[in-house]
């Protein structure tokens, strides 16, 4: 087969294995038999409490009461987080006590950096602030010591690892050209 005949022939069969692609756009449109509809259930995640004292911290900055920044925060949040929240700001709205609108739920931090605002009158936003630099400092200081431990356990393997590719390519072709020398 000379060459052209070939050229040709391959061609045509990437013309022939890409034509349902290329045809498939132009002519009238069939209808296509209904699969059924998949529902997917959206499970939410707990949120970073970081990131919930820094929501918190925003909707209390823009001038929201503290009952109901938490209630727009936990519809936003969604999740159990967010029904805590909301439910607890729903309840201080009606007038209940500190600890009787929290009973019960997930959100310790936020809480305990809310309390002395709540029970002084003082202004939220910087005890939500310091809340949450306290809680980035000890996930630095966490990350930090793991990366110590990682190091000191990554010494072994590497040191297995390299240790054979230094003696194959650094000191056998040395002690082989010295032998050479040597011997010849």
């Known amino acids: 087969m000379t060459p052209a005949a070939l050229a040709v022939a391959v061609a045509l069969s990437a ?3 890409s034509s349902p692609w290329w045809w498939g756009g132009a002519g009238p449109r069939r209808s296509r038999p209904t699969r059924p509809v998949r529902v997917r259930v959206v499970v939410h995640e707990p949120m970073d409490t970081v990131l919930l004292l820094d ?5 209390i900055a823009t001038g929201a009461p503290l009952p109901r920044a938490l209630a727009a925060v ?3 949040v969604g999740g159990a987080q967010g029904e805590a929240l909301a439910r607890g700001g729903s309840a201080l709205l009606l007038g209940a006590t500190w600890q009787s609108a929290w009973a019960g739920t997930g959100v310790a931090d936020v809480v305990g950096a809310l309390e002395p605002a ?3 009158g003082s202004a939220p936003g ?3 602030r310091g809340r949450a630099d306290q809680l ?3 996930r630095r200081t966490r990350t930090r010591a793991a990366a110590g431990a990682l190091a000191v ?3 072994l393997p590497l040191g297995l690892c390299f240790l ?3 003696i194959l390519l650094g000191l056998v072709p040395m002690l082989l050209s010295l032998a050479g020398d040597l011997l010849g």
Request: aromatic share 8%; hydrophobic share 60%.
């Open 126 to 128: 910087p005890a939500l």
């Open 55 to 59: 929501l918190l911290d925003v909707a």
């Open 136 to 138: 980035r400092r000890d």
């Open 164 to 166: 054979p590719a230094f």
């Open 118 to 120: 709540w029970d002084t």
């Open 153 to 155: 356990r990554l010494v």
């Open 74 to 76: 936990g519809s936003a």
């Open 15 to 17: 013309a022939l294995a």
